[in-house]
């Protein structure tokens, strides 16, 4: 793919929307500000949309899935085959994230970017495999750049899809065991941050699992040497086929000025590789919530973005960013059926009926 053509595209939205959102909001009945964080998610959607003029969208959530060579130094709860077998969950529509999915009108596709066995062909499946997992990270890079390259372009040819089916919300979803492990080294790299303080527990580890886990982290740190400054080195260094598809999502979404709703520690990873790779991909992000793992708060204040909720989640699939959908739904509600005060014969805060 030609990552330098899909970073041209990327610019940030036209903010001067922003003003005719206000001015609008300022006239529903209410008092100013009110609707507190409502009125905040429905002015960005107005910007990154570039038009007052907003709809109800229409969500799909991409669920990638890949395995990690990283898992035989036994940094996870669950064994590797768990990723492939939670693709037939997705695919039969009872994991959470179709179960949320359901919630908020979202449709959801899965996409084998790097699942470690050989899946049937099944409807809502998109066959995209780049490799059959990556390497073991704490014994030389976790991928190619040419294949953190490739991974990326499923990303972007997955939104790209996505959004030419009609599609104008984007939820970026993950399924690998191992993969806290792979964005755990990337956001210490990229956020200049110690491992322990960016390193949860997954699963669900103990403490004495949790330090390993930190160690098999830092000696693969210590074994690649990524470079800081170098987005993509890092992400093929210590990173995760399907984080490099979410930071491919994320940029197409972001080059098409298509709003994205992040979910937790994995999807938000994929987005600071994106973010470093294009700083403007920012004003296209939503947080949909902030994970109990350690590293993601530290992710978001990165990235200068406020998460909607706070339910101690960590389950990851896409799952956070789904149940903030409905909040967007309600913000373009509100936006689009509030009365203004004119129109409901209502006096403003200064007696007048406008």
């Given amino acids: 793919m030609d990552l330098e053509a899909l970073l041209n595209r990327i610019v940030e939205p036209d903010q001067s929307v922003a003003a005719e959102a206000q001015a609008h909001l ?20 107005c910007v990154v949309r570039g038009t007052t003029d907003i709809s109800q969208p229409r969500p799909a959530v991409g669920v990638f899935a890949a395995d990690h060579g990283v898992c035989a130094a036994g940094v996870s709860l669950f064994p590797q085959e768990v990723t492939a077998q939670m693709v037939y969950n997705f695919l039969r529509g009872g994991a959470g994230i179709n179960v949320f ?45 040419d294949q953190a390259l490739k991974a ?29 492990t792979a964005a755990s080294a990337i956001t210490a790299v990229l956020c200049a941050r110690a491992v322990a303080e960016v390193t949860g527990r997954g699963t669900g580890l103990d ?19 990524p470079d800081p400054g170098d987005a993509l080195g890092v992400l093929a260094a210590v990173g995760g086929l399907e984080i490099a598809a979410i930071c491919g999502l994320i940029l197409e979404a972001a080059a098409s000025s298509i709003p994205v709703v992040l979910d937790g520690f994995i999807s938000t990873a994929g987005a600071l590789v994106a973010a470093k790779l294009k700083p403007e991909v920012v004003h296209y992000l939503l ?11 530290i992710q978001l204040e990165t990235l200068g973005l406020k998460p909607l909720l706070n339910l101690e989640l960590r389950l990851g699939e896409g799952t ?22 004119e129109s409901a014969g209502v006096s403003d805060e200064k007696g007048r009926q406008e």
């Avoid at 609707?35 to 959607?45: P, Q």
């Avoid at 596709?109 to 050989?118: I, P, R, Y």
């Avoid at 939820?171 to 191992?178: A, N």
Wanted: aromatic share 2%; charged share 25%.
């Fill in 26 to 45: 300022d006239n529903l009945t209410k008092p100013r500000g009110s609707l507190g964080r409502l009125e905040e998610l429905a002015r960005w959607l």
């Fill in 101 to 145: 999915a359901r919630q908020v009108g979202a449709d959801v596709v899965v996409v084998d970017v790097g699942v470690a066995a050989e899946l049937a062909d099944a409807q809502g499946l998109i066959k995209a495999k780049v490799a059959p997992g990556t390497a073991d990270m704490t014994r030389g890079p976790a991928m190619s750049r």
């Fill in 152 to 180: 990326i372009g499923v990303g972007t040819d997955v939104a790209a899809r996505l959004i030419s089916e009609g599609y104008d919300l984007l939820v970026p979803g993950e399924m690998g065991i191992g993969n806290t």
């Fill in 207 to 225: 403490d004495e699992a949790l330090r390993h886990k930190i160690g098999v982290i830092e000696k693969a740190i210590a074994t690649n040497r």
């Fill in 287 to 297: 947080a949909g919530h902030c994970s109990v793992e350690a590293g993601h708060k």
């Fill in 320 to 341: 956070g960013g789904v149940l903030a959908v409905g909040l967007v739904r309600a913000a373009v509600a509100m936006f689009t059926e509030m009365a203004t005060f």
